[in-house]
């Protein structure tokens, strides 16, 4: 089945040490987004890529980086995580962008010690 | 403000009652709407699409879109403990903007 996969499910790391969440796709879309989404709030979009053009939201911490070396993968790279790095971050996906539909990961819960 | 509200509840109905979930918005350009159903620890999965004004029915689930008063409007038929889980929507024209999510508990 087509789908968007994000390994690990779950990550614990240590304040300040490096950690690289990964998501892959088989719906060959041109767009993947990174959302971090905290408890009871809305998930909020840090950037996406387009095909391999990167768009960086305004107010996304530059403590996060990404990287897509090719169409199926997206990696979401933090440099220094903070305790309120803590969250579900999610990975998404869509066709073409704009309206078409974003289709989600199962996301990965990052827990900063 | 924010662009989008939710009502975060939890709302708790009995198994078989109709549910209606609300959001309202503040940004007049979003042109598409979508609810995402969120169980536990797990991504949104998209429910349903409506472009611009209007109703859209899916099998128990209806979606219905008033861009004049701004609001967006989920209803959900014959209601399964299996649909309690965390309800999305969000708006968008050139990019989605999500709210908080509304937390349904349906009681057998």
């Known amino acids: 089945d087509a789908m968007v996969i994000q390994n690990p499910r779950y990550q614990v790391t240590q304040f300040g040490k490096p950690v690289t969440l990964s998501c892959s796709q088989t719906?060959?879309?041109?767009?993947m987004y990174w959302y971090q989404q905290k408890s009871s709030q809305a998930p909020k979009l840090l950037f996406h890529?387009?095909?391999?053009?990167?768009?960086n939201e305004a107010d996304t911490p530059d403590n996060f980086q990404s990287r897509r070396p090719n169409t199926s993968f997206c990696f979401l790279d933090i440099r220094s995580p903070g305790l309120g790095d803590a969250a579900m971050y999610l990975c998404?996906?869509?066709?073409?962008?704009?309206?078409?539909?974003?289709?989600f990961g199962p996301g990965t819960r990052l827990l900063v010690l | 403000q924010k662009e989008v509200e939710q009502d975060p509840g939890p709302l708790s109905v009995p198994e078989g009652a109709i549910v209606s979930l609300n959001c309202t918005y503040s940004?007049?350009?979003?042109?598409?709407f979508m609810w995402y159903r969120q169980y536990s620890r797990k991504g949104p999965e998209l429910l349903m699409y409506?472009?611009?004004?209007g109703n859209k029915e899916d099998g128990r689930f209806t979606a219905q879109v008033d861009k004049s008063s701004k609001y967006i409007s989920l209803f959900i038929r014959d209601s399964q403990p299996s649909d309690s889980a965390t309800y999305l929507c969000?708006?968008?024209?050139?990019?989605?903007?999500f709210g908080t999510g509304t937390k349904l508990q349906v009681i057998p």
């Open positions: 998404a996906t869509s066709r073409t962008g704009g309206e078409e539909t974003q289709y």
């Open positions: 719906l060959n879309h041109n767009v």
């Open positions: 890529y387009y095909d391999k053009d990167f768009n």
């Open positions: 940004n007049s350009a979003f042109q598409y």
């Open positions: 409506t472009y611009s004004s």
């Open positions: 969000a708006g968008g024209y050139q990019k989605v903007t």
